[in-house]
């Protein structure tokens, strides 16, 4: 056997192509034996090979080559020109003034976003397509025991259909059979009369025969006179039989099958995060709006001057805040005082949120969280000043802002107090938000909802920051108000509940701005949040 063909073969020197690999060319990425690495030397001398044993191949870095001078590798890096720049490029004015970095230290910070963007595809995005395609397999299989539960329906609803029609079939025969016996019967009766009459007919001709033949006179004179009797034909009897109508059948009079509908939906599918539940990977079940709102709990939080912000940590506790600097920790079932915390400022909270972890965020001047019950600024401003905040499905921060002049608005996502995006104008560069926006928070499928009271809107953008619609309300509003929304919330169906503090109701839309009904006879509603079973929490003034 051919050692270089062996699929056991060791791996071979790419020159000599017969002595085995002890050697490797990180520059030139070629497997070289001993004897060989003199002659790969000599047949390219403007390459600076860096020659190691195999074991240590790829562990040489290869720097950029300058793209105005080809023989040179670059180990500084111009930020202004975001170009790789070698020993001449540096020594010439061309970077003058420009900040360096060393090529090593920019490729680390490239690494370091690479390894965390794999480390999302691999943890994350990956594993996310992995149930998505398990979904899609589970309803193909869903979907033929569907079908084949649809055809067994339709055959026994044939096999009904036949025994129906075989009834009916054998009842109109048998009606026939007893119309014809009936008629049979009536023209059997009359013909028995009229065979009477004849014979009758016969025995008075015999009997006038005789008289006529007779000599004797007097016979003449008495015979009967009956013979006029006859003389008045019998009536006619006619009969019809019944003419069989068939009916031209249609198939959809029969059965029918509704037509199909195949819809793909852009926000379908939502991005799960890293930390499963138990009940990860399964859609939640589809809950039915309650024709009548419930009471369940309801707390005196004694704030003398309106309660405007309600934010939910549990099932049985709920942060709130007034008009004062405090917030205030309740629980829900036994409606008492667990703790309060006063702001860091003095000032009045503008907004508060619940992170994933269960630690308190405000709004002030800064952005502030709370752990531990101590107060930790974690975003401060400048020529801006945070309104709303929610905390996000992946652990961001989505803060509502206004600039000092009181003309722009935005919202800005943080992670670990790095602003990572900005959303402020729509696709033709118009402002997406008035210049009164009140509340924020993120849907299940990752869009993202602002109340704009300014604006009389609700103003939904997709996760990209793309706008997706503007609600404006719902005609007949149960006051006849103008749509003034505040505290907004989702639930775990995607849909949207706002607070209208005109109409004094809550609206409840669906995750693509379609009205579905109103929570009514909340008298000014403002806060508003939900707990994990889909209770709506509400406060009002």
Not at 187 to 194: G, N, R, S, W
Not at 231 to 246: G, W
């Amino acid at each position: 056997m051919d050692p270089r063909t062996s699929a056991q073969d060791v791996m071979r020197c790419d020159l000599c192509e017969t002595a085995v690999v002890q050697m490797h060319c990180d520059t030139c990425l070629v497997n070289l034996c001993k004897a060989c690495v003199g002659e790969h030397f000599s047949a390219d001398l403007s390459k600076p090979h860096k020659i190691v044993h195999f074991k240590d191949k790829k562990s040489t870095l290869i720097h950029p080559r300058c793209t105005s001078h080809d023989e040179e590798m670059c180990e500084m890096f111009c930020t202004h020109c975001d170009v790789p720049i070698c020993s001449i490029c540096l020594a010439s004015d061309q970077h003058l003034g420009h900040k360096l970095v060393r090529v090593l230290e920019i490729r680390d910070k490239k690494r370091d976003k690479l390894i965390k963007k794999q480390t999302e595809l691999k943890e994350k995005i990956y594993p996310n397509y992995q149930d998505i395609a398990s979904d899609v397999q589970n309803r193909m299989s869903q979907l033929e025991k569907e079908y084949g539960d649809l055809s067994t329906a339709i055959t026994k609803h044939g096999e009904d259909w036949h025994r129906e029609i075989d009834k009916l079939v054998k009842k109109l025969k048998a009606e026939v059979d007893e119309m014809k016996n009936t008629q049979l019967q009536t023209l059997q009766k009359h013909l028995d009369e009229i065979n009477k009459t004849m014979s009758d007919i016969k025995d008075e001709i015999n009997s006038v025969d005789s008289v006529l033949e007779s000599t004797d006179i007097s016979s003449l004179f008495s015979l009967p006179s009956t013979l006029d009797r006859y003389t008045n034909l019998p009536r006619k009897i006619t009969v019809s039989i019944p003419k069989f109508i068939p009916k031209k059948l249609q198939a959809d009079q029969l059965f029918s099958l509704k037509t199909i509908s195949i819809k793909s939906d852009e926000y379908g599918y939502s991005m799960k995060t890293t930390q499963k539940s138990p009940e990860a990977g399964s859609s939640p079940p589809v809950k039915q709006l309650l024709d009548e709102p419930e009471i369940v709990a309801t707390i005196d939080t004694e704030y003398h001057f309106g309660l405007y912000n309600v934010a939910s940590v549990s099932d049985e506790e709920i942060w709130t805040r007034g008009n004062d600097n405090t917030m205030k920790l309740y629980s829900i079932n036994q409606g008492s005082l667990l703790k309060s915390i006063t702001t860091k400022s003095g000032n009045t909270p503008r907004d508060i949120a619940v992170t994933k972890s269960g630690d308190l965020v405000y709004t002030d001047d800064t952005v502030n969280i709370v752990k531990n019950e101590k107060i930790e600024e974690v975003i401060r401003l400048q020529n801006w000043r945070p309104k709303g905040v929610c905390s996000t499905s992946s652990g961001d921060l989505l803060v509502t802002m206004i600039s000092d002049d009181k003309k722009l608005t935005k919202v800005v996502r943080y992670s670990c107090s790095t602003d990572e995006q900005t959303i402020q104008f729509d696709d033709k560069n118009k402002p997406l938000y008035s210049s009164d926006t009140r509340y924020i928070t993120e849907n299940r499928n990752l869009d993202i909802c602002v109340s704009d009271s300014g604006a009389k809107a609700v103003v939904v953008v997709n996760q990209a920051g793309k706008l997706r619609f503007r609600y404006t309300g719902h005609t007949p509003a149960p006051k006849n108000q103008p749509f003034n929304p505040r505290g907004i919330t989702t639930d775990s169906q995607s849909h949207i509940l706002t607070a209208d503090y005109n109409n004094e109701c809550v609206h409840i839309i669906d995750q693509d701005g379609q009205f579905l009904r109103y929570i009514d006879h909340v008298l000014f509603p403002w806060g508003l949040c939900l707990d994990t079973n889909d209770l709506k929490v509400m406060d009002c003034v």
